[in-house]
């Protein structure tokens, strides 16, 4: 039971660096999809996304923030993660927590295993108050043998606009599963590219060393002076 436990853990964990913004890169089409919906409530709900991610992730050793974990959830949040009943992954339980409990369980895990996740897609849908975003996942950790591991999922995530600011109300998560099985639909995943969706145009991309997430190159192909996504700085970086 604690094998499984710690499994499901890592899936969540199986929850640092994102996209871009809804509108302006990884989701370029949003915009038009959902007129409706305003520019700042992409941007939050983008900015509340990264912050889940990288409230958890982190190398090994590094403390986690459990203020910093909590502050991106709604009151009465849920976490729920699919674990397997079985050792042929033929039955499932859902594994409920609460954000509380869910950072009792994984903080010590989250600190040795060293987990650091990349959100490698998402689709995303707001209606007034409530948004869904089904968002891919790539994780990577160390195992207890000090073997560096590898885990890609989904988190289906729920969220509630209280007091005019986006939280996470929900999340429910399953992995990839031995030997390959179950894997990530290639619909899910952004393309691995160099190439980005920015302004209706693709354009040359790099990926910032500090966030992780793309950004679009200068028209000579070379970096800006900052990242847009987290303003670290870029004039080391070296393009491909």
Partial sequence: MKRKASAALIGLCALTAGGWTATELFQPE??????????????AIDALLAELYASISGPVGQKRDRERMAAVFADDARLCAMQPASKEFDAFNAMNMTPDEYADRSIPL???????????????????????????????YTNTEGNNQFVKGINSIQL??????WKVYTILWDQQWPEGRNPVPERYIL??????????????????????????????????????????????????
């Fill in 30 to 43: 949003d915009a038009d999809r959902m007129p409706e919906v305003a520019a700042e409530d992409f941007q």
């Fill in 110 to 140: 989250l600190e040795q295993s060293g987990f650091t996740e990349s959100e490698i897609g998402r689709t995303l849908d707001i209606y007034g108050t409530i948004a869904h975003a089904f968002s891919a996942y790539e994780g990577h």
């Fill in 160 to 165: 509630v606009k209280v007091s005019g600011e």
């Fill in 191 to 240: 393309p691995k590219a160099d190439e980005i969706a920015a302004d209706g145009k693709l354009v040359k991309a790099g990926v910032c060393p500090h966030c992780n997430k793309y950004f679009p190159l200068l028209s000579n192909g070379k970096a800006p002076a900052e990242c847009p996504v987290c303003q670290g700085d870029l004039k080391d970086y070296k393009a491909n």
